[in-house]
């Protein structure tokens, strides 16, 4: 079955600490993986796409990571900012055109 | 801004009425997708439309329906509403066909229009 995992489900840091979020999955065939961030009552924004060929993306302190062989991916948000605390989205496609979401993780940046 | 644009806004109703949802879609994009997100809950894949044909087709009650007209402008139309409709309702859209053995591409999402059913 289709299936992506994220963790853990919520989390509060410091502002200006870092943190990595976590998403599993065990979608097949794989196509490419997406992070989005979504503002509460707000439309998912997206962060980062990657095919399986990359291991790396970057979007200013955002920075993704994709292991296709584990079928692990991380978010990892460098000095965060209170403007960090959302929603993020895990959502995986596979080849066949199939979009499979994560059930998100929370982040609350407190000052 | 994404480009994708969802009226209304806000939208309170009473049970068993019928509302209508609408979405026009990026500029150049043909694919609109349609999703729930109840309170603290992930989003719900309802149904997609690409150039004016039904797509695919997800966890939609058959109270729900949805169609894409010629200009590309999409309608989400829920009746017999009940209170476990209260949702908010995302559209997005995308150039590319999806399913069927093609990506879906970049998805751009609007807004949202917040559902409350009394």
């Known amino acids: 079955k289709n299936q992506v995992e994220q963790s853990p489900q919520s989390l509060i840091i410091l502002e200006g600490k870092n943190c990595t979020l976590q998403?599993?999955?065990?979608?097949?065939?794989?196509?490419?993986l997406r992070w989005y961030k979504q503002d509460t009552g707000r439309g998912p924004v997206s962060l980062t796409i990657m095919t399986f060929s990359e291991n790396t993306k970057s979007n200013g302190r955002y920075t993704a990571t994709l292991d296709a062989d584990t079928k692990q991916s991380s978010l990892h948000i460098t000095a965060s900012q209170l403007s960090d605390s959302a929603s993020y989205i895990c959502v995986v496609s596979a080849r066949t055109g199939k979009l499979i979401f994560g059930q998100g993780t929370t982040l609350q940046v407190k000052p | 801004d994404s480009g994708v644009t969802q009226t209304p806004k806000h939208l309170i109703t009473a049970t068993g009425q019928r509302v209508t949802l609408r979405c026009s879609p990026r500029?150049?994009?043909?694919?609109v997708y349609w999703y729930q997100q109840s309170l603290d809950q992930g989003l719900q894949f309802l149904i997609q439309y690409y150039n004016g044909e039904e797509r695919a087709k997800g966890n939609i009650l058959e109270r729900f329906s949805a169609q894409q007209f010629p200009d590309l402008h999409s309608e989400l139309n829920l009746s017999s509403l009940e209170l476990g409709d209260s949702a908010l309702y995302f559209c997005a859209s995308s150039v590319l066909p999806g399913q069927g053995g093609r990506d879906t591409g970049e998805l751009f999402f609007g807004e949202g229009s917040r559902l409350t059913v009394l």
């Open positions: 500029s150049g994009d043909l694919s």
């Open positions: 998403c599993n999955y065990t979608v097949s065939p794989f196509s490419n």
